[in-house]
């Protein structure tokens, strides 16, 4: 198929102004990638689920913003979250235009594969939810859908957190909930948490031929530095999943002029941490590697469990049929295990393909994973 | 008396064109601070020092650019240098005016005090040369007065680099040289040298999520800064002066994002060493104390033994009756020394007031200094 270039204008208009959400999964991955929705701009895509939704019978639909949640009432005992967001990173930038490729079908080594933003981070994930909004008139139980918009910017801005504040009863209620995250066909449990801190260091600024009058606020990182150099990040096995942790200086930064001793250094430090620990443990850890200085905290996010222990997860996991992974980027599972859902990552696509500008993914993974959460749910 | 105003444009047209040299050399030097001289714009001063000069009689005068060489002919065994630079840093802000403030005298405990850009660096130390050179009429040496652009730029700009380049033959014949900078009423011998240089560290950028598959050129400074934290920098006596080295850090710099593994890092490091070592010795100190890394050299300027042992050296500092100090900031001393001639720096107003707003000398300070050295030069 010949590759489609819109300009990004061009393309906010483009595609199905209506969903065929009873369509094949992936023609369906493929319409939705045809219609613009990086962050802040998911309008017209939410506009359109919500359509299609409300078409359904026996969903109680609520709109906030350019999110939507969307539940079942089949008379089950317990309740499922589905969880995926409406918005991409921005379009790759197209070689030789200035167009982009809202959805392109290529063929290789006998797959249809499908290239484009959003293709594995995340609208595959969306049109398996979709998918089973339109095909499930039951299941073993009820399922609320929610839609979020601005995953991919920063925290404070998301449709999610705005849901679970504004409309907490509608969320709070369900047992278990599966993100739909790429991960590649396997389930991925729990995330580790983050955190960045700056470490400043104060000295006193002096003529550098005269050096010995000033202190030094560069050679006081040294110490800082060699506690980092010398940490030897942990790996912590819980609910039986290997999260690996990471303690990363990320940034550096000291100086006035060339002949000044600097009055002033200051590095700014990651800690990627296992769901092992609260926030607060994670903090107090630091603390102690970083014991003598003052840790200006820049952003915290809790880490999740894996929720593998859970017995929805265990049937589901039995569902897949692959080995359960940990997921070491942060993910909105952290949230939902925040208000006390066990939540997992399982989505098609890899992971590592997201916001590249060769995202892709296999028509037949986006298959393959409907037919799977289809099974567990109807099991 | 009142200050002053000027804008900029009003002061470079301020100011005697022509020089009265035969005048007090404190209110000499008022009137070299009524001649804007900023470095790049010394010519309305050379020319009126030119026309000064040119008037007396018996001074060989040659003219480079807006740099000055004017000999005498006394026909004596000896000849000395004296040597200062024309120019200025830029004017100073007054505060509430866009002016500036050409000369200002002031009356502070009983004594008459020059402020002004250029009162301590150096237009004192030009107006005792010229001051000497209207009334020396014979003296115990030959003496090469030397005045020079571009001093307070960068160094391969210097006027007086450039007249020891084009006009080496009138330089070389100099037995000894006094460079008038300030030295507040003592003679200052040689100079520490300096160079500044920058270590680079090399990682492997990844996601700081998987910090395990990167590495971190942040955290390899560590061995750079523990090298630096843990030197101990050493004072040597050089004729008598205790010259105090200096080894630090002014600049240091890493990190691509606040989630990646940063794969560059760097580290500027400036060493001021004694004039006990060649270049090439102290190039050697610092390539030994950094060993295993390379190190990118951005400038290198020699250090300047003190001279103090020479005669002439030793007759002035009797003459001045002050003990010696060493000077700690690199000055024009390193180029005489470069080219054979023992030089020290004598010259009046506090060094330690240079290039600051508030730069001022004092009239009697700079009368001393004219009568120091005319007597030293008589003897």
């Known amino acids: 198929m010949s590759l489609k270039e819109y300009t990004a204008e061009q393309f906010k208009k483009f595609g199905p102004a209506e969903l065929d959400i009873h369509q094949d999964v992936a023609q369906l991955t493929a319409d939705l990638l045809d219609i613009y929705s990086v962050s802040g701009e998911e309008k017209r895509l939410a506009d359109a689920v919500e359509n299609a939704l409300t078409n359904l019978e026996n969903l109680e639909i609520t709109r906030d913003g350019d999110s939507i949640i969307a539940r079942t009432d089949f008379g089950k005992d317990k309740r499922v979250v589905?969880?995926?967001?409406?918005?991409?990173v921005p379009l790759p930038a197209v070689e030789g235009s200035e167009g982009t490729v809202p959805s392109v079908w290529k063929e290789e080594a006998g797959e249809r594969v499908l290239f484009g933003r959003g293709a594995t981070d995340m609208k595959g994930g969306v049109a398996v939810q979709l998918a089973l909004a339109a095909h499930l008139t039951d299941s073993a139980y009820d399922i609320t859908y929610v839609f979020y918009d601005h995953e991919e910017v920063s925290s404070e801005l998301s449709g999610l957190g705005r849901l679970m504040?504004?409309?907490?009863?509608?969320?709070?209620?369900?047992?278990?909930?599966?993100?739909?995250?790429?991960?590649?066909g396997t389930i991925e449990g729990g995330c580790n948490g983050t955190m960045r801190f700056w470490i400043h260091t104060q000295g006193l600024r002096a003529h550098s031929g005269r050096a010995w009058k000033g202190k030094n606020?560069?050679?006081?990182?040294?110490?800082?530095?060699?506690?980092?150099?010398?940490?030897?990040?942990?790996t912590y096995d819980v609910e039986g999943l290997a999260f690996r942790e990471g303690l990363s200086a990320v940034e550096i930064s000291g100086g006035v002029a060339g002949n000044v001793i600097p009055d002033e250094a200051s590095v700014h430090i990651n800690y990627r941490f296992a769901p092992n620990k609260t926030l607060d443990e994670a903090i107090a850890h630091v603390e102690e590697v970083f014991a003598g200085y003052e840790l200006d905290f820049v952003d915290q996010s809790s880490a999740a469990r894996p929720g593998l222990d859970a017995p929805m997860s265990r049937s589901l996991i039995e569902s897949v049929g692959q080995e359960p992974k940990p997921k070491y980027g942060w993910t909105d599972v952290a949230r939902f295990s925040e208000i006390g859902i066990s939540a997992v990552n399982f989505g098609?696509?890899?992971a590592l393909l997201a916001h590249s500008d060769n995202e892709h993914?296999?028509?037949?993974?986006?298959?393959r994973t409907y037919e799977q959460l289809k099974n567990w749910l109807t099991a």
């Open 361 to 367: 993914v296999k028509a037949s993974d986006i298959q």
């Open 165 to 184: 504040r504004n409309h907490a009863e509608k969320l709070t209620d369900a047992d278990f909930a599966v993100l739909l995250e790429p991960t590649d």
């Open 82 to 88: 589905l969880a995926g967001h409406l918005d991409t």
């Open 217 to 234: 606020a560069i050679h006081q990182l040294a110490d800082i530095l060699t506690r980092l150099s010398n940490y030897e990040p942990q």
């Open 348 to 350: 098609p696509g890899d």
